[in-house]
């Protein structure tokens, strides 16, 4: 399985998908968080924390993760090379974790650079350290969660298409109402008290609460279970080309 997941992260960082995530996402960011005038921007807002980022990174995930899953599995299945990689020593499981955890290293790579942006506004609070490391940290653990999650989802379509822009094109969107759309059912309030209950099945609900750095095991569940449900389900969908 480590030869696979070598072999994985070399064919991101040797082409141009993986580093047009990694430049993407530091650019974008780098720009909203200390050039353009907006309310995520650290020296307009005038307050020594990250929240910005955090708020900016939800929403680049949900196009450039699907960028990096789309092709997984689908640009196997095209060049005819996943029933020969399927006959290889390796199980299923191994295969999906293998795919599943090069994309995200190359997602914890491209977040590895905003470490710089901690210690910028380390110096930048006055005093000098007015900041909440804690959250700070509590709210990049609720980043890679996402990023997981939405991870999982990529893998998944990516299994079911041999096609990698369909693969990206059915990603996203499913990413989007999994983040906003029971968030989006609940702003109507006609489900009572079971409308909470609907709000909590979103992504939304429980990055909002540890993006704020605070850890509960309810939040780190729920992105663990995402996680797990549409990698099995990528699972059963390699097991469907055996029948």
């Not at 905003?114 to 804690?134: A, C, F, H, R």
């Not at 992504?203 to 750095?213: C, E, F, P, Q, V």
Request: hydrophobic share 50%; net charge neutral; proline share 2%.
């Amino acid at each position: 399985m480590f030869s696979l997941y070598l072999k994985e992260i070399k064919s991101y960082l040797t082409s141009v998908v993986g580093y047009v995530f990694i430049g993407v996402f530091l650019v974008v960011t780098g720009l909203f968080l200390w050039v353009f005038p907006n309310i995520n921007n650290v020296l307009s807002a005038g307050v020594a924390d990250l929240q910005g980022l955090f708020s900016l990174s939800k929403f680049l995930f949900l196009f450039l993760v699907p960028a990096i899953t789309m092709r997984s599995f689908a640009e196997e299945q095209r060049q005819g090379t996943l029933e020969l990689l399927l006959t290889k020593p390796l199980t299923d499981n191994q295969i999906i974790t293998a795919k599943f955890l090069s994309c995200l290293t190359l997602l914890l790579i491209a977040l590895l650079p905003t470490l710089i942006y901690i210690v910028s506004v380390y110096n930048l609070g006055k005093p000098i350290g007015n900041i909440d490391m804690g959250s700070t940290w509590g709210s990049y653990l609720g980043l890679v969660f996402l990023g997981a999650t939405f991870i999982s989802v990529g893998v998944f379509i990516s299994s079911i298409t041999n096609n990698q822009i369909i693969a990206f094109i059915l990603t996203a969107p499913i990413c989007f109402i999994l983040y906003f759309g029971f968030e989006f059912i609940y702003s109507f309030e006609v489900l009572g008290s079971f409308g909470y209950f609907v709000k909590t099945l979103g992504i939304d609900h429980h990055y909002a609460s540890i993006s704020k750095g605070v850890i509960d095991s309810r939040d780190a569940i729920y992105f663990c279970s995402v996680t797990f449900i549409f990698l099995f389900a990528t699972r059963i969908s390699l097991l469907s080309r055996k029948w």
